[in-house]
């Protein structure tokens, strides 16, 4: 079994700007950021973080469960946009 990641930028998926922006919103470790609700540290980072992206969101899922983000975004997109509309900050597509 690996050894549990000290550092944020340890953690699958995420990498020096993760470690960067986390702490922005109280993250320093990774088990702070196992105890978190990643949807909350998303909206707490996007007033915060210009231009953050929805590849975040899915980088602290897949960081959370040990899982490729690329995964996450192609297994779950609809449930975690449903979440994102139901909390009143689901990106908008331009027409």
Known sequence: MAPRPERLRDMKGLGPRCEQW????????????????????????????PGLGLNMLYALIGAIEGRNWIDIKRE??????MRLEDMGIAPRRSV
């Open 76 to 81: 779950r997109r609809t449930e975690i946009l």
């Open 22 to 49: 986390l702490p922005l919103v109280g993250i320093h470790t990774p088990d702070a950021l196992r105890a978190a609700d990643p949807f909350l540290m998303y909206a707490s980072l996007l007033p915060q973080v």
